[in-house]
């Protein structure tokens, strides 16, 4: 991978959660290239060492761990095994997160006939599935941030970097319960940046827009590789007119960790979006 700029974090170890997705995968690269020690915590344990032995067959350090960022014992289970193998962590990444079809509606606007129909509506969204959503992307975001902030208590320099959307800025259609998700991860960012304040651990968010990604790839295009309606719309609405770069939300997250650009940034939430949180489509 080639970085849009390096920063220097050496003797830094990174943990990265969700880093078995093509994001969060690409941005635990990025931390090794800039020397950091990394730990990728993926649900699917082949896959995060599948993706930290390719980083480490670039003369990185990497590791992969397997991890349930919904249950404490997990999480804590990993981090021994980090602190045997790379130590404490300097910088986390709370990465994971997801959508489920239980929390989604099938129409984008409600119509009373879709009551007698075969539509999935507002009144069908499934507890369950609204609970999953809602836990996997703010409780898990929380319970990560309790078990590795922990190692930052003293230190200074230290990030927490948390992945919001910019569902959390205007809410998508049919899908309710991931927008609500992620507006509490961006309101929790700024809780943690304020709350860590004074141990000088500095806590943001970055924000992205419509990346290509293995969750969106189905919803995006369809099997011959033609756009759907939804990546008409989406391209509509978004200025730039064009899906964002893994390397552009590579360059935002080094900006935020970088002490030097970034020392004094703390509780921001930044969009990386191509103008979609701001266009008002008039």
């Known amino acids: 991978m080639r970085l849009p700029f390096e920063i220097d974090l050496k003797g830094k170890v990174a943990v990265v959660t969700g880093a078995g ?30 993706k930290a032995e390719g980083i480490a067959k670039e003369g990185k350090i990497a590791n ?3 991890a349930n960022v919904l249950e404490p014992e997990s999480l804590k289970a990993a981090h021994k095994k980090i602190l045997e193998e790379l130590g404490p962590c300097d910088i986390l990444i709370n990465g ?8 989604t509606t099938d129409k984008e606007y409600f119509a ?16 369950d599935g609204v609970e999953f959503v809602f836990d996997l992307n703010f409780i898990g ?76 790839e189905r919803l995006l295009y369809r099997e011959d590789g033609s756009p759907t309606e939804r990546t008409g719309k989406i391209l509509a609405a978004t200025p730039m007119n064009r899906f964002g770069r893994t390397e552009e939300l590579i360059g935002s997250m080094l900006f935020l960790l970088s002490e030097e650009a970034a020392g004094f940034i703390t509780g921001v939430v930044l969009p990386i979006d191509g103008g979609f949180s701001a266009y008002s489509g008039v």
């Not at 994001?23 to 599948?50: F, R, Y």
């Not at 994971?96 to 929390?103: D, Q, S, V, Y």
């Not at 709350?195 to 943001?204: D, L, Y």
Request: charged residues 15%; neutral net charge; contains cysteine.
């Open 21 to 50: 997705g093509i994001l969060c995968s690409s941005m635990a690269h990025a931390l090794a290239q800039c020397g950091a020690k990394v730990a990728l915590l993926d649900l699917n344990e082949e896959t995060a060492k599948q």
């Open 64 to 66: 992969g761990y397997q």
């Open 96 to 103: 994971a997160g997801g959508n489920h079809p239980l929390a």
């Open 112 to 127: 009373a006939e879709d009551l007698k129909g075969d539509v999935k509506t507002f009144f069908d969204l499934e507890q």
């Open 141 to 216: 975001t929380l319970l990560p941030t309790q078990e590795f902030a922990k190692d930052m208590i003293g230190k200074q320099v230290c990030n927490i970097l948390n992945i919001s959307s910019m569902n959390a800025f205007t809410p998508l259609t049919k899908i309710p319960a991931y927008s609500g998700a992620k507006a509490a991860v961006s309101n929790f960012t700024q809780w943690l940046a304020v709350h860590f304040a004074k141990e000088g651990i500095r806590v943001n968010a970055l924000a992205p827009g419509f990346f290509v990604t293995g969750q969106n």
